[in-house]
């Protein structure tokens, strides 16, 4: 009879996480993107050549491309947005990028570093294709996101969170690796100085806390004291 109870209970309680915690949608995921674009934006030149990593459908890339940049797209071949894109992205095999040294003003990625494995090389293939007076403006995931992102996730399933990235052994490990101070690490030990480094200023989990049903201005405003769920970072080539 107790046994029922905490069952019962323990149902409702559920019941209740999983009003909060939906799956992320289209929609919800493009409009917390558009966010980080927005902000990101505010640190671009006003125009120039512009290679996007990662671009997925290539709506990112669009939009850039909206905002009067000259733009380039890439991916791996393996995406799983591959059949999903919207704009001409140029599969490519995730090492080596498919252009000529010096070609681009500005390079662009949202959320893709931590999934590159040989993050370290990378950073040296990304230098080759920028002009020497370029910038990379990479937004990043945060320590908060991470953390959020597990406890939301424990709540929904009831298990540990799988990892996300690359770089780690699980996702508690990655907390560290998402932080401002490991990603600063990454950059200066691979020749890029950092111009800026700001706050996206935006709460959200990977777990997506009621999706659209919570509006951009309030996740704004949650940012602020449970932390932002992602960090850009402005980069120059080293001398």
């Known amino acids: 009879?107790?046994?029922?109870?905490?069952?019962?209970?323990?149902?409702?309680?559920?019941s209740?996480?999983?009003?909060?915690?939906?799956?992320?949608?289209?929609?919800?995921?493009?409009?917390?993107?558009?966010?980080?674009?927005?902000?990101?934006?505010?640190?671009l030149p006003s125009e120039g050549r512009l290679l996007e990593?990662?671009?997925?459908?290539?709506?990112?890339?669009?939009?850039?491309?909206?905002?009067?940049?000259d733009v380039s797209a890439i991916d791996i071949a393996l995406s799983n947005l591959r059949n999903k894109r919207i704009w001409p992205v140029t599969d490519y095999d995730g090492m080596k990028i498919p252009f000529k040294d010096n070609t681009f003003d500005i390079i662009f990625s949202s959320n893709v570093l931590e999934h590159i494995p040989h993050i370290f090389e990378f950073q040296k293939e990304m230098?080759?294709?920028?002009?020497?007076?370029?910038?990379?403006?990479?937004?990043?995931?945060?320590?908060?996101?991470?953390f959020w992102s597990n406890m939301t996730e424990m709540l929904k399933n009831?298990?540990?969170?799988?990892?996300?990235?690359?770089?780690?052994?699980?996702?508690?490990?990655?907390?560290?690796y998402f932080s401002r101070w490991s990603w600063s690490r990454l950059f200066r030990?691979?020749?890029?100085?950092?111009?800026?480094?700001?706050?996206v200023g935006l709460f959200y989990t990977g777990s997506s806390i009621m999706d659209s049903r919570l509006s951009i201005n309030?996740?704004?405003k949650l940012s602020w004291v449970i932390g932002s769920a992602c960090n850009i970072f402005v980069l120059k080539k080293c001398g």
């Open 189 to 199: 030990k691979t020749d890029w100085t950092i111009e800026t480094l700001k706050s």
């Open 53 to 69: 990593i990662g671009a997925g459908t290539g709506w990112q890339a669009q939009a850039l491309q909206d905002r009067g940049y």
């Open 158 to 176: 009831w298990r540990l969170p799988l990892v996300h990235g690359e770089h780690a052994g699980n996702s508690f490990v990655e907390i560290y």
């Open 16 to 43: 209740f996480c999983m009003f909060w915690i939906a799956r992320p949608t289209s929609v919800h995921l493009e409009a917390v993107r558009l966010e980080e674009l927005e902000v990101a934006h505010d640190y």
């Open 218 to 220: 309030t996740r704004r």
């Open 127 to 146: 230098q080759r294709v920028l002009k020497p007076e370029g910038i990379a403006v990479h937004i990043l995931p945060s320590s908060s996101w991470r």
């Open 1 to 14: 009879m107790k046994d029922d109870a905490i069952k019962k209970t323990l149902k409702k309680a559920r």
